[in-house]
């Protein structure tokens, strides 16, 4: 039934008809096999499977509980999402291939000579690009199907668009953020996918990503934010603040107003040499600083976790700002007022000799 039909939930009990104590993990287990479905198991064992609660996926619900118990921890499996998200995608899936299909099937006959693993691949390229639409903000594309029709379009950035949590594949790869086991300590690298893969990488490349209140600006903002948050909405006494405290509130606020600015700067990617992962998951906000690398051996590298890689076009993105970081050259500033003076007096001269012309 599970492998024919979309069921959102399963309600388990942990003994069957024939009194077998473990029948319902047995069932948990071949379903964890065949599909992704919370589940919730309503009980009068609950001590026995209770070590395999992990709500709201795996909920455990005692018979000796109210009904209204075991429907709210159904309601607590549809209010995770889970189950919608999981028909939204599946549904995606099934209608762009029989949407793509159909439009192709009068050029068959030229994919002919190609067998099925080349068909698959091609379809897979084109599934993997509506669903890289689908992430972005723009309205290109949104989620097919019945599910994908009642939901709303995505109005909001959010950070469950930058990670790939766990990362795909037993390889470091471009963009994986790592900790170091001893120092707990993050780093992202940025070494070529390829030599990864190929073991042409006698090195790694590592980029540090450090916890974002521990960098200039966000460190100092932490420390005048909270001072200004605290008396900006103050009463002043009667007769008014004095013109001590009048400079004090005046210097504590722009102080905070232009650190905030600079953070927003870099929260934003409009400088080059910080880019912000922001906290999601097991992640939290951390600051990732270009000049700051280091270059593990291969063997050094079994030292560092992997618990994310990044969806594209970041690790790309990454690697073009660590190589105009590392490849721009300096130069001397111009005398742009000097330029500007110029420019303008030329200006007023030439307004001059068209005014005497006429």
Not at 143 to 151: D, K, M, N, S, T
Request: glycine content about 6%; hydrophobic content about 40%; aromatic content about 8%.
């Amino acid at each position: 039934m599970l492998s024919a039909q979309t069921v959102d939930v399963v309600i388990l009990d942990v003994r069957d008809d024939q009194g077998r104590d473990d029948a319902g993990e047995l069932i948990l287990d071949n379903l964890k096999s065949a599909r992704f479905v919370p589940v919730v198991f309503y009980t009068a064992y609950a001590e026995r499977v209770e070590p395999l609660a992990q709500p709201p996926v795996v909920q455990v619900v005692g018979k000796e509980e109210r009904t209204d118990v075991l429907l709210s921890a159904v309601k607590a499996a549809f209010d995770s999402g889970l189950p919608i998200a999981v028909r939204g995608l599946s549904d995606h899936v099934r209608e762009v291939t029989r949407e793509y299909l159909w439009d192709i099937s009068q050029q068959w006959t030229s994919l002919g000579s190609y067998d099925a693993e080349e068909k698959t691949t091609f379809l897979v390229a084109r599934l993997a690009r509506s669903l890289e639409l689908t992430l972005s903000l723009n309205g290109e594309d949104r989620l097919r199907g019945p599910v994908g029709r009642a939901l709303t379009s995505p109005s909001n950035w959010h950070p469950s668009r930058l990670y790939v949590i766990p990362p795909i594949g037993e390889h470091f790869d471009t963009g994986d953020l790592l900790l170091h086991r001893n120092t707990q300590r993050y780093w992202v690298q940025l070494t070529p996918g390829c030599d990864l893969a190929h073991g042409k990488a006698d090195r790694h490349l590592l980029v540090a990503a450090t916890p974002l209140l521990e960098v200039d600006p966000f460190r100092a903002w932490s420390m005048i934010e909270p001072e200004w948050k605290n008396i900006e909405n103050a009463v002043a006494p009667r007769g008014g603040w004095s013109r001590e405290e009048k400079e004090r509130r005046a210097k504590l606020k722009k102080t905070s107003s232009d650190l905030r600015a600079e953070g927003r700067r870099i929260i934003l990617g409009r400088h080059d040499r910080y880019f912000h992962l922001p906290q999601f998951f097991t992640v939290p906000d951390l600051l990732i600083d270009l000049q700051h690398v280091k270059a593990p051996t291969e063997a050094e590298v079994g030292e560092y976790v992997r618990i994310s890689g990044l969806a594209s076009p970041w690790p790309q993105v990454l690697v073009n700002r660590y190589n105009r970081q590392t490849g721009r050259m300096g130069f001397d500033d111009p005398d742009a007022d000097a330029v500007l003076e110029r420019i303008s007096r030329e200006m007023m001269e030439r307004g001059r000799e068209e005014r005497n012309s006429e």
